[in-house]
């Protein structure tokens, strides 16, 4: 048999012990496909006291990043995550003559032209499929599968902790306090959730994926980006009894040449695809101008479906496959401005679903309609249940538009928390039919 590919891992927690342990389990079904053993020679982690499920024998853990450049290796595997030290010990592991194969989506998204460009210098391939989506093979449906296609526009549910929180409130009518801090028991959430639930994650995974189907590389930035953490329960409700459900979208449209991207809550129909994803699945929705609607669905995370991901880079290098996705040319090329050229909010339109708390009194309710047929959005329809009739009583008000452009609308909603009529921020979310 050939000789073996040498791999080193950059961390061990999570999804590195995942690929230690595939690595480990199906050591003869890998290297009968890949036609040579793929052979685990080092492990760097910070403390090597401690357990990695059994997975690591102990004399391959080290603390020093420099073993994986000194070392006899063909490939880094990079697990660590974070942008920092980690960023230096890649680079410095490509300058060495190693592949590549990282899970870490902020390196790329912030780091991209920098780690390819050093790849493209060295000759070396990055394998990334693990960055977006974790189980589900997404990157290579976009550089391989849909290469006949001019895709027009990326849907995805691409952040399993909002996806988690946002069903976990669907289902069982609870706060999102109280089930971000069951999440973070449980080990779904991390203990700092920031990035997960404020749309960053989302946006980071959003940038890999227009990249890749629209040769972009829009800056972080330039993505708008809401995420989950100020959700409240009752908009859960009251989308519910309208018949939608709220999920966090990262969304992307190219339409003639010029992009529109955002990560928001989004109210989808019930009955639509993406409102059927729940609890920690991942799904992206991709259409092509060949192949139309496609649909692609799995776990986002967690130990075993990342290590997939992984594994299947590792076999890619093993066979030397030229795979598309390790052309390192294609991919971040440095001194081509590749900015996205960004649809203004005039040329973009939406339904919205808005919800006011009002005082109860006469003629609120034609304040609003007007403020809103000044701005030209015409109402869809409105719930507005009775008050307790107390006098300082105050009422919810739910308004449905009819499709608008997101210009006009934000002016709406800017003239009305302006007015002062309101008794909080009017709550406003887009809606996809
Ligand atoms: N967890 C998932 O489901 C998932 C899914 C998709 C992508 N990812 C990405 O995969 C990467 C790893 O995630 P994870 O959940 O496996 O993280 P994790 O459980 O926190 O593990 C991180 C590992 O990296 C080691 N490490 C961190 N900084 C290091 C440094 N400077 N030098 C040497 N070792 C260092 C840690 O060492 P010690 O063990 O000694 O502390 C630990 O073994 C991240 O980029 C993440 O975004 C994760």
Same mark, same amino acid.
């Given at each position: 048999?050939?000789?073996?590919?040498?791999?080193?891992?950059?961390?061990?927690?999570?999804?590195?012990?995942?690929?230690?342990?595939?690595?480990?389990?199906?050591?003869?079904?890998?290297?009968?496909?890949?036609?040579?053993?793929?052979?685990?020679?080092?492990?760097?982690?910070?403390?090597?006291?401690?357990?990695?499920?059994?997975?690591?024998?102990?004399?391959?853990?080290?603390?020093?990043?420099?073993?994986?450049?000194?070392?006899?290796?063909?490939?880094?595997?990079?697990?660590?995550?974070? !942008?920092?030290?980690?960023?230096?010990?890649?680079?410095?592991?490509?300058?060495?003559?190693?592949?590549?194969?990282?899970?870490?989506?902020?390196?790329? *998204?912030?780091?991209?032209?920098?780690?390819?460009?050093?790849?493209?210098?060295?000759?070396?391939?990055?394998?990334?499929?693990?960055?977006?989506?974790?189980?589900?093979?997404?990157?290579?449906?976009?550089?391989?599968?849909?290469? *006949?296609?001019?895709?027009?526009?990326?849907?995805?549910?691409?952040?399993?902790?909002?996806?988690?929180?946002?069903?976990?409130? !669907?289902?069982?009518?609870?706060?999102?306090?109280?089930?971000?801090?069951?999440?973070?028991?449980?080990?779904?959430?991390?203990?700092?959730?920031?990035?997960?639930?404020?749309?960053?994650?989302?946006?980071?995974?959003?940038?890999?994926?227009?990249?890749?189907?629209?040769?972009?590389?829009?800056?972080?930035?330039?993505?708008?980006?809401?995420?989950?953490?100020?959700?409240?329960?009752?908009?859960?409700?009251?989308?519910?009894?309208?018949?939608? !459900?709220?999920?966090?979208?990262?969304?992307?449209?190219?339409?003639?040449?010029?992009?529109?991207?955002?990560?928001?809550?989004?109210?989808?129909?019930?009955?639509?695809?993406?409102?059927?994803?729940?609890?920690?699945?991942?799904?992206?929705?991709?259409?092509?101008?060949?192949?139309?609607?496609?649909?692609?669905?799995?776990?986002?995370?967690?130990?075993?479906?990342?290590?997939?991901?992984?594994?299947?880079?590792?076999?890619?290098?093993?066979?030397?496959?030229?795979?598309?996705?390790?052309?390192?040319?294609?991919?971040?090329?440095?001194?081509?401005?590749?900015?996205?050229?960004?649809l203004p909010d005039t040329d973009l339109k939406?339904?919205?679903?808005?919800?006011?708390?009002?005082?109860?009194?006469?003629?609120?309710?034609?304040?609003?309609?007007?403020?809103?047929?000044?701005?030209?959005?015409?109402?869809?329809?409105?719930?507005?249940?009775?008050?307790?009739?107390?006098?300082?009583?105050?009422?919810?008000?739910?308004?449905?538009?009819?499709?608008?452009p997101t210009s006009d609308?934000r002016m709406?909603?800017?003239?009305?928390?302006?007015?002062?009529?309101?008794?909080?921020?009017?709550?406003?979310?887009?809606?996809?039919?």
């Amino acid at each position: 048999m050939a000789q073996a590919l040498r791999i080193g891992l950059l961390g061990c927690g999570t999804v590195g012990t995942g690929v230690a342990r595939i690595l480990s389990e199906k050591a003869q079904q890998l290297a009968r496909i890949a036609g040579r053993p793929l052979e685990l020679c080092r492990v760097v982690v910070r403390d090597p006291s401690k357990s990695r499920d059994g997975a690591v024998p102990q004399h391959l853990l080290s603390t020093d990043p420099g073993t994986l450049c000194n070392d006899p290796l063909d490939v880094v595997v990079e697990v660590a995550g974070g !942008t920092g030290a980690v960023r230096d010990a890649v680079l410095k592991c490509l300058g060495a003559g190693r592949d590549l194969v990282t899970a870490n989506k902020a390196l790329l *998204a912030e780091y991209g032209p920098e780690i390819f460009e050093k790849a493209r210098k060295h000759g070396r391939a990055i394998g990334f499929e693990a960055a977006v989506a974790g189980g589900i093979p997404i990157i290579r449906v976009i550089t391989e599968g849909m290469v *006949a296609n001019r895709i027009t526009a990326i849907q995805g549910i691409l952040n399993g902790t909002s996806n988690y929180i946002l069903s976990k409130m !669907t289902d069982e009518g609870l706060n999102y306090a109280d089930v971000l801090a069951e999440a973070q028991k449980l080990g779904y959430a991390e203990a700092d959730p920031t990035l997960d639930v404020d749309g960053t994650d989302a946006a980071h995974k959003l940038s890999i994926l227009a990249h890749l189907a629209f040769g972009v590389q829009p800056p972080l930035e330039s993505i708008p980006r809401r995420g989950i953490d100020g959700i409240d329960a009752v908009d859960i409700r009251f989308a519910s009894e309208l018949g939608y !459900t709220i999920r966090l979208l990262a969304e992307s449209w190219n339409r003639e040449g010029k992009l529109a991207m955002h990560v928001s809550p989004v109210l989808l129909r019930k009955q639509a695809p993406l409102a059927q994803v729940r609890g920690a699945y991942n799904a992206v929705a991709l259409v092509g101008d060949a192949v139309e609607d496609t649909l692609y669905y799995g776990k986002g995370a967690g130990m075993l479906p990342t290590a997939s991901s992984i594994v299947a880079d590792l076999v890619d290098l093993a066979v030397s496959r030229e795979r598309m996705v390790h052309r390192t040319g294609l991919l971040w090329p440095v001194g081509v401005s590749k900015e996205p050229a960004i649809l203004p909010d005039t040329d973009l339109k939406s339904r919205f679903y808005l919800r006011l708390l009002l005082p109860d009194r006469p003629g609120i309710m034609a304040e609003v309609a007007g403020i809103l047929a000044t701005h030209r959005i015409s109402i869809a329809s409105v719930i507005q249940h009775e008050s307790t009739g107390s006098p300082d009583s105050r009422v919810q008000m739910v308004i449905m538009t009819h499709e608008a452009p997101t210009s006009d609308f934000r002016m709406a909603v800017e003239e009305i928390n302006r007015r002062g009529f309101a008794v909080l921020p009017v709550t406003h979310y887009p809606v996809a039919d």
